[in-house]
């Protein structure tokens, strides 16, 4: 399929709360969300935690750029375009590892600290006189056009355009700061490593889906009926796992009452009042941890902000309670990796791990009882919005004109839809705006 990339076409793709099936399936508009959409937000890269020494690296790809976050020398968190400058190669190709005191291009062995600045290349003689000190060469390892690290959590920008970072997440940050807190040091350490998926599906299916509160009622009934059931006749079940599966029978009324809010910037809170996380049993002694470490007044904000998921748009989704990032890495028109960390709150109870642990394995491992539910219905939409018939995608429940003005907004009803259509009002906003000189 060749789909026109020119400002009224695209122009048409968002449309009264309805979305035009090529932004799905289309693979030109995919390149222009990599170009539009995806190098000029943040994007969430990976936690400090991953990389505890100097010369710790770990590798992955951001908007189809290879990238390198690494410990440098001073303590800081670097994050490093994973290409020599001299002919292009990767400096690395493991996951994940320790660079040592410098990064060695495996080509032609040009080295370069652990901040990017080129340190030596091979036969330097040969380049004297050539006006090599004046070229891109010599400045060594590209470098995003903004990294931000809060709260250990490490973010990229790979473009020079594009809003600050406390502009772009504005209070969606607040999301991050309650998951620290819920340290009582302050401080989160990854759990390992992560469970990772790919699935057939266009990105945006999967991001709706984090906000569609109607879908689990009829989605995941047998999941839901199953848990109830099993703790019915086994009563030595992990009563854990029971604690996690069973809300997602909650009926309709209940997302009716949880309270959402959508922000600037496509970021959005489902659940600001409560979620089938509130009521998650306490643990002993963890909030008078919490009372000492922050103060009561704090420790109760931290404890009362469950929210059931915070979207940090374009590709990050968290869970306070069980303490949950998940990542979105498009990686084609049809095709998503989905990642799934957990975290343990340093000074927490191990049981803050262990529950996240589980929630991971029982909800988003892509055999669980719950995922593959979801997984299945994606990569059938996938394949279905490319038949005839109607055209276009329909997130119209509660749909209001004036909220097109909107950005801020708070309002009960977890069933509207308004929180999806303030992704595609950003979505829609970045893909209009053509690129300008690159750096």
Not at 22 to 33: K, M, N, R, T, V
Not at 54 to 78: C, F, K, N, Q, W
Not at 173 to 192: C, K, V, Y
Request: net charge negative.
């Amino acid at each position: 399929m060749h789909y026109r990339t020119d400002a009224e076409a695209v122009a048409g793709l968002v449309s009264k709360g309805q979305i035009h099936r090529d932004a799905y399936i289309s693979e030109e508009i995919f390149q222009l969300e990599q170009e539009r959409v995806f190098a000029r937000s943040w994007l969430y890269v990976g936690h400090a935690s991953q990389v505890p020494q100097a010369g710790d690296y770990i590798t992955l790809e951001l908007a189809g750029s290879p990238v390198i976050m690494i410990r440098h020398s001073d303590g800081s968190v670097r994050v490093l375009i994973n290409r020599c400058a001299h002919k292009g190669a990767s400096i690395v190709s493991r996951p994940q590892g320790n660079a040592g005191r410098m990064l060695r291009c495996p080509y032609h062995a040009w080295c370069y600290k652990t901040d990017g600045a080129l340190l030596a290349v091979s036969l330097k003689a040969g380049y004297k006189d050539t006006g090599f000190e004046a070229s891109a060469a010599a400045e060594g390892l590209s470098v995003p056009g903004g990294v931000e690290t809060y709260r250990g959590f490490v973010f990229a920008r790979l473009s020079r355009q594009g809003m600050s970072f406390r502009e772009y997440f504005g209070e969606a940050l607040g999301a991050l700061d309650n998951m620290a807190d819920r340290s009582p040091e302050g401080e989160l350490q990854i759990a390992g490593s992560c469970i990772r998926s790919v699935i057939r599906c266009n990105w945006k299916m999967y991001l709706e889906n984090i906000n569609d509160t109607v879908h689990p009622i009829s989605t995941h009934e047998s999941a839901s009926a199953t848990a109830q059931q099993v703790g019915e006749e086994f009563l030595e079940i992990n009563p854990t796992a029971l604690e996690q599966l069973l809300p997602f029978g909650s009926g309709y009324d209940f997302y009716t009452k949880m309270g959402a809010r959508t922000l600037p910037n496509g970021h959005s809170i489902l659940g600001t009042k409560f979620s089938i996380h509130t009521d998650y049993s306490d643990v002993p002694g963890y909030q008078e941890s919490l009372e000492q470490a922050h103060g009561k007044e704090r420790a109760r904000e931290i404890l009362a902000f469950s929210p059931q998921n915070v979207v940090l748009y374009p590709s990050l989704a968290t869970k306070g309670s069980p303490q949950i990032l998940r990542v979105l890495r498009p990686l084609a028109a049809n095709l998503t990796q989905l990642e799934v960390w957990a975290f343990q709150p340093k000074g927490a109870p191990a049981i803050m791990l262990e529950r996240g642990l589980t929630y991971s394995r029982l909800v988003f491992s892509p055999m669980s009882v719950v995922s593959h539910d979801d997984v299945h219905l994606f990569e059938s939409q996938q394949a279905s919005l490319a038949a005839a018939g109607n055209p276009w995608v329909n997130l119209q429940r509660q749909f209001d004109p004036a909220e097109q003005e909107q950005g801020d907004c708070r309002f009960e009803d977890g069933n509207n839809e308004l929180v999806m259509r303030n992704q595609y009002r950003a979505w829609h906003a970045l893909l209009m705006q053509p690129m300008g000189a690159q750096a």
